[in-house]
């Protein structure tokens, strides 16, 4: 029997965790701070006491600070009911960060638009004549 390495169990158990981080933050969590934030990606390490929890905000890159404090006054919770919800030996300590990826991507759109804005509709491909002139 062979066993698939590229989706081992702590990648299983790290992807659990997102979707119930996910909707615990959505559902249960009533801080203002917070708000709409989205888990992007969690990584557990291998004996699974810690995880860090990537989340993106569609607060600004400004209120971020905000967010932070907001989930990491709520990470005994989070924590807390995480244990009811997944079964694993250890529920990990949460450890939030702030994801940038969304933020970098949605920059470097803005920036190819205004690139192909300024140079007009005009094909980047020089005109040659037919034979190759």
Do not use: C, W
């Not at 905000?66 to 300590?93: C, D, N, W, Y």
Request: negative net charge.
């Amino acid at each position: 029997m062979t066993v698939n390495k590229s989706f081992s169990r702590k990648d299983r158990v790290a992807e659990q965790i997102r979707r119930e981080l996910a909707e615990l933050i959505r559902a249960e969590l009533k801080d203002p701070r917070v708000g709409m934030i989205s888990i992007t990606e969690v990584e557990v390490t291998a004996d699974y006491a810690h995880a860090k929890v990537f989340f993106s905000t569609l607060a600004g890159s400004e209120h971020v600070p905000e967010v932070m404090a907001g989930l990491q006054k709520a990470s005994g919770f989070l924590r807390r009911e995480l244990g009811k919800h997944i079964s694993i030996h250890m529920t990990p300590q949460l450890h939030f960060v702030f994801d940038q990826s969304l933020e970098r991507g949605a920059d470097l759109s803005k920036l190819i638009q205004e690139a192909v804005a300024i140079s007009g509709t005009s094909d980047p491909t020089p005109e040659t004549d037919l034979d190759g002139r």
